[in-house]
């Protein structure tokens, strides 16, 4: 049992240093912030691992994430939006670890962000516990009632108030514990949170999350445990299978061979079918481009073919007349079927012309999707080679096949 009576923080990039000072804590966190990502507010994927020690906190295991910042500033890239969006999804995505969803009270709730990605890996909201912050800075004559009473978004582990330090109050070094104490004091006096003040606040959000990441420990954990010794009878297996390992083995070798080719057409289809794992938000390509070829570029290029109904009809009045001959034209209700299929013939070979260029359009977007999959083959120029070679060579012929037939 390790009993702490001073408290106590260490960075796993400073092993072995103990900070007592939490102002140099927070001056170490800017730090290694302004190494990691420079000095005009970049970002980086790189976690600041800190660990506190202290008899006052219950055991937590946070991950502070960033918010979503939708105009770049300073040194951020142009998509500085999906960079966090998709460091954000990288850590909520996990089965295991819960979702704290922070939303500012003067906020629309149903415009937060931090709901809306919690939402898409969480549809259920099993794992997602809602935080309203900044209760104390609404317009007058508003609250958050209904919000934190679960009646308005409902979630299933419900919505905690708190009243954090303003700027003023962490520029002036306001204790703690006086903050505390007003934050208690807030709820306890607001009519519209003093009937659920007991839970709201700070220390009430450490009781819940402690206990709920308790239990959500003790669910899940059967479950790791399994994956765990399914992974380790894998890693056992392989090891026997790798005991006589021969790295001039040719089976080895076809066998490596065998797998690339398979991964090679296992990403084709997935470009053409559209369940690749990246996505494409430049431009259309792969499915996505043949299906708009098929429906936009072909009925495009029909509408630009040239038409003359006069000369139509009067082809019409031709045909008619030729297959009657030296007999009478009498009024029918129906073109005769030998005039029709003249007439219909001769207007169906002017589809050739958009027929072949679809089939050119497609053909060449099947060789783009070729070039981008063996990419992955990059390290084996050869393979590479031959692979595009071969590939692209099928689908020419299967293009000259199908101009033969049009």
């Known amino acids: 049992l390790l009993i702490i009576l001073t408290e106590y923080a260490e960075f796993l990039h400073c092993k072995g240093k103990k900070f007592t000072d939490f102002d140099e804590v927070r001056q170490e966190i800017e730090v290694e912030t302004d190494r990691v990502t420079g000095m005009n507010k970049g970002i980086s994927s790189v976690p600041i691992n800190l660990r506190i020690y202290s008899p006052h906190v219950l055991s937590l295991t946070l991950i502070d994430l960033p918010g979503i910042t939708k105009v770049p500033v300073g040194d951020q890239p142009p998509d500085i939006e999906q960079q966090i969006r998709d460091m954000i999804m990288q850590f909520i995505s996990r089965e295991n670890c819960l979702i704290l969803a922070v939303t500012p009270a003067n906020t629309d709730l149903a415009n937060s962000d931090a709901l809306k990605l919690a939402k898409e890996v969480d549809p259920q909201g099993l794992r997602t516990i809602g935080v309203i912050t900044k209760l104390d800075l609404m317009d007058e004559g508003t609250d958050a009632r209904e919000v934190l009473e679960n009646k308005l978004l409902p979630l299933r582990r419900g919505y905690i108030g708190v009243v954090n330090r303003s700027q003023k109050d962490i520029d002036g070094k306001k204790d703690i514990k006086a903050a505390l104490l007003a934050e208690r004091k807030f709820f306890l006096s607001h009519p519209s949170y003093r009937h659920m003040a007991d839970r709201m606040g700070t220390p009430y959000l450490q009781k819940v999350l402690n206990q709920q990441l308790t239990n959500h ?190």
């Not at 006589?244 to 084709?268: G, I």
């Not at 031709?318 to 013939?345: S, W």
């Open 217 to 406: 420990i003790r669910d899940t954990l059967p479950a790791f445990r399994s994956k765990l010794q399914s992974q380790l009878l894998s890693i056992e297996h392989e090891v026997e299978v790798y005991k006589n390992f021969r790295p001039e083995d040719p089976t080895r070798k076809t066998k490596a061979l065998l797998q690339m080719v398979q991964q090679f057409s296992v990403d084709f289809e997935k470009r053409i079918e559209g369940s690749g794992d990246q996505v494409d938000t430049l431009e259309l390509s792969g499915g996505a481009k043949i299906n708009r070829i098929f429906h936009e570029r072909f009925p495009f290029e029909l509408v630009k073919m040239e038409f003359n109904e006069k000369e139509l009809r009067r082809e019409i009045s031709y045909a008619i007349k030729n297959i009657h001959g030296i007999r009478q034209v009498l009024p029918c209700l129906f073109t005769p079927d030998m005039a029709f299929e003249a007439i219909v013939k001769k207007q169906i070979v002017k589809l050739k012309g958009p027929c072949l260029k679809s089939v050119d359009l497609v053909m060449q977007e099947l060789i783009n999707t070729v070039k981008k999959c063996t990419k992955k083959l990059a390290t084996y120029p050869r393979l590479c080679e031959e692979t595009e070679r071969i590939v692209a060579g099928y689908i020419r012929e299967r293009e000259e096949k199908t101009k033969d037939q049009v």
